[in-house]
Every structure is written in C-alpha cells, then in structure tokens.
C-alpha cells in the first residue's frame, strides 16, 4: 500500500512560481510511475506530467510545457512539479498520482492505483 501526500500549493500572482512536493509512505516509488493531475471546479481532471521513477523519463501536456517541470528526489522518495510563470488558468486542485505500471509517458489510458488527497494551487490575475 502506498500513501500519497502532496504539499506546496498556495496563493501567488500571475508570473509566480510554486513548486509542488509529492511524498510516499509505505513503500519506495521504485518500479513507479508517477503523474501530476489538476481539476478546476467545473472542469474535467487534466493530466499535467508524468514520469517514471527508474529512468526519469517524463512527458508534459501542451498547457504546461515549457513552464513546469516534474523531477524526483531519490532520498526523499518524493516527485516535485516546479511550476513557473503561473497563469490565473493554473487555478486548480493539484493531485499525484502513482501505479506500478508504466506504458508510455501521458498515456491518457493509464489507470493510477494511488491517489493523493490533493493540494489546491491559486492564481490570482
């Protein structure tokens, strides 16, 4: 079993930057893949970045690329979003997400076994 939590959202300015932290309990993301997703009210959930732990790679929706970017800290058994140049339209409720199997990055199809309580991220204009 594994446990999520993520931390790090807040309220910034349009321009800012934040960088969200995703921390797992009860076993290592080794062999995991790891994604970050966001929901606005009203708005289906929109899958931001994945990656897989053991060789790092990752891959971005268009509405972030180039702004965020997904990393992990070994020792911290943690997944980070660093996400600059925020925009009020990044106004959501950020969540990871982590299953033990890993297809292709964005796999849209992907199913995650485990889910973190979310962390809400506001952009003010």
């Known amino acids: 079993q594994v446990q999520l939590v993520e931390s790090g959202g807040g309220l910034v300015q349009a321009g800012d930057s934040l960088r969200l932290s995703c921390a797992a309990s009860?076993?290592?993301?080794?062999?995991?893949?790891v994604a970050w997703f966001r929901q606005a009210p009203g708005k289906e959930r929109e899958l931001l970045s994945t990656?897989?732990?053991?060789?790092?790679?990752?891959g971005y929706a268009d509405s972030v690329k180039g702004r965020f970017t997904i990393s992990r800290d070994n020792a911290e058994n943690t997944v980070l979003l660093q996400m600059n140049s925020l925009k009020p339209e990044d106004t959501a409720v950020y969540y990871c997400?982590?299953?033990?199997?890993?297809?292709?990055?964005?796999?849209?199809?992907?199913?995650?076994?485990?889910w973190g309580q979310g962390t809400q991220v506001t952009v003010s204009s």
């Open positions: 997400a982590a299953d033990s199997v890993y297809t292709i990055p964005m796999n849209p199809h992907q199913e995650y076994a485990y």
């Open positions: 009860g076993r290592t993301f080794r062999n995991y893949a």
């Open positions: 990656i897989r732990w053991n060789d790092g790679s990752t």
